[in-house]
């Protein structure tokens, strides 16, 4: 949100800056990993996490709750984008993003965080894309990657759905209910006395004090020597840096009512762009459909459209009948970060070197945000982080 001279002139004055040895600023799924892992150095450090509305209220608890592997296109074509090695090197970056999740916060608790691990589909419904699926298949399988080739009667069996030619089972994906999930990490962090929680203080400015940073937020100053931006779509509204790297991108999404269990795992269709999933209480989550409207799904408004809304019905009739007559509850939207080249972006500011980041999840957050947000601590600390994240690719 933008700040009027009178707003501004009565919130830089009023306010006596509250100190920090870090300042994040977002509070999705990257702010909050970024601060436990902060945390998880033991190094004393006081840390506050900043967050405009409340925990969650970004793209994070709006998403489909999808834990996948790779990136926004079908292992064929990162391959060619790509290379062999770093193909594999963004594959297993998100594999260890969900052992890391396993390991650190979701244990045992699969049941209250709705917590699935029975992979993920891709399917096909043309032969041109159901072709890239089978070499993708092949390429994969001698990387050493567990994938699984569906013929249509599989689909139609173990998934029940219609108007597919094939496609492709990612053996290792997950799913889970994303506010569960943060609101999990964010109570670990809150048990750690150096750690505090902003809410409903939005930043609208960021200035140089010496040598430290003076955050601005509608709640009061803050002064930290150290800000992250953890602000992924919103980027661009806080530092111009980000206004030709993430790009805000709309996704929308409705659910149904449950119905009894039908579905094996969690699809994707159309090359990525349309997704839809049943949770483990039974509702038909759907999304995507972008496409449709490419321009008026660039921008901050977290409105549905009709265009848009009707697609994802006309959808589940054709494709997932099942669940055609099935009331529709809930309709959302969300805004993504989508960065230039489809991978995240994690470091600092070149012209200010005060000032990290990480973002540019593109539609899947989920399965890279927790591992991104270990190795900005990495940065922080100057260890080695993979180059195809590194902001200095830029
Ligand atoms: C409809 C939809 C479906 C999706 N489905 C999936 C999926 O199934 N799987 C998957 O992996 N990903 C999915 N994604 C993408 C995923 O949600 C994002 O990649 C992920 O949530 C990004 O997390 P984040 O923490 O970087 O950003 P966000 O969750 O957007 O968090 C950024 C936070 O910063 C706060 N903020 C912004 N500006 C300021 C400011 N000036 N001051 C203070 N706070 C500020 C915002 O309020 C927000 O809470 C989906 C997204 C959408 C919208």
Redesign the pocket.
């Known amino acids: 949100m933008s700040i009027s001279l009178w707003q501004d002139s009565q919130k830089r004055t009023n306010s006596s800056a509250q100190s920090f040895d870090v300042v994040v600023?977002?509070?999705?799924?990257?702010?909050i990993s970024t601060a436990y892992w902060l945390l998880r150095e033991d190094a004393g450090l006081k840390i506050a996490l900043?967050?405009?509305?409340e925990i969650g209220?970004?793209?994070?608890g709006?998403?489909?709750?999808?834990?996948?592997c790779g990136s926004v296109e079908h292992f064929n074509r990162l391959l060619e984008k790509h290379g062999e090695k770093e193909a594999l090197e963004i594959w297993r970056f998100s594999e260890k993003n969900l052992s890391l999740l396993e390991e650190h916060i979701i244990g045992d608790d699969h049941a209250n965080l709705q917590f699935e691990k029975k992979g993920s589909f891709s399917l096909a419904s043309t032969e041109v894309e159901f072709n890239e699926l089978k070499n993708s298949y092949k390429l994969m399988t001698e990387l050493g990657i567990d994938v699984e080739v569906l013929e249509l009667e599989d689909i139609e069996t173990r998934l029940q759905a219609k108007g597919f030619l094939g496609g492709i089972k990612y053996v290792g994906d997950a799913s889970i209910h994303p506010m569960k999930l943060i609101e999990k990490i964010n109570a670990l962090n809150l048990k750690d006395d150096n750690f505090t929680l902003l809410e409903n203080s939005?930043?609208f400015d960021i200035e140089q004090a010496g040598e430290n940073k003076i955050v601005r937020t509608k709640k009061g100053a803050l002064e930290t020597p150290i800000v992250i931006m953890?602000?992924?779509?919103?980027s661009p509204?806080?530092h111009d840096f980000f206004k030709d790297k993430i790009y805000p991108t709309r996704?929308?999404?409705l659910a149904t009512e449950p119905v009894e269990r039908f579905m094996e795992g969690p699809c994707y269709a159309n090359f990525v762009l349309d997704?839809f999933r049943q949770l483990p209480s039974g509702e038909l989550v759907i999304?995507g459909f972008r496409q449709l409207q490419k321009d008026a799904e660039i921008g901050y408004s977290d409105e549905t459209s009709d265009v848009i809304q009707e697609a994802l019905e006309a959808f589940l009739v054709k494709h997932v009948p099942k669940v055609k007559d099935a009331k529709i509850t809930h309709r959302w939207?969300?805004?993504?970060?989508f960065s230039v080249d489809g991978q995240p972006m994690v470091g600092a500011i070149p012209t200010d070197q005060q000032i990290y980041f990480l973002?540019g999840?593109t539609?899947?957050?989920?399965?890279l945000?927790f591992h991104s947000a270990k190795c900005l601590v990495d940065v922080l600390f100057d260890r080695e982080i993979p180059s195809f994240i590194s902001a200095k690719r830029f």
């Open positions: 600023i977002g509070a999705g799924i990257a702010g900043v967050e405009k509305g209220d970004g793209a994070t709006r998403n489909a709750g999808f834990i996948t939005e930043v953890a602000t992924n779509g919103y509204l806080l996704g929308q999404i997704y999304g939207s969300g805004i993504m970060g973002g999840f539609a899947h957050g989920l399965g945000a």
